[in-house]
């Protein structure tokens, strides 16, 4: 699944989720999809694990929602 958002894309499958940014630096940060958690109350995306530890804010819950379905992990709202 592609989702674009006002800073870049996300790449997401079953498996893994890659955010590439845009601009000059072409940021890509990188997850297993087991090390992704979504939280509602921001629209953020967090990655955290041994070595990684990421988070990005999106621009609508409806992103958020398409995420969380093609990843198949639940919204948190905390």
Request: hydrophobic fraction near 45%; glycine fraction near 6%; charge should be neutral.
């Amino acid at each position: 699944m592609l989702i674009t958002f006002s800073q870049g894309k996300i790449i997401a499958n079953h498996r893994e989720l890659m955010v590439k940014l845009e601009g000059r630096a072409k940021v890509t940060l990188q997850a297993q999809v087991d090390d992704v958690e979504l939280i509602g109350s921001a629209n953020v995306v967090t990655a955290l694990a041994s070595g990684v530890n990421w988070s990005t804010r999106l621009d609508n819950s409806e992103q958020l929602e398409a995420l969380s379905t093609a990843i198949g992990i639940a919204i948190k709202y905390r």
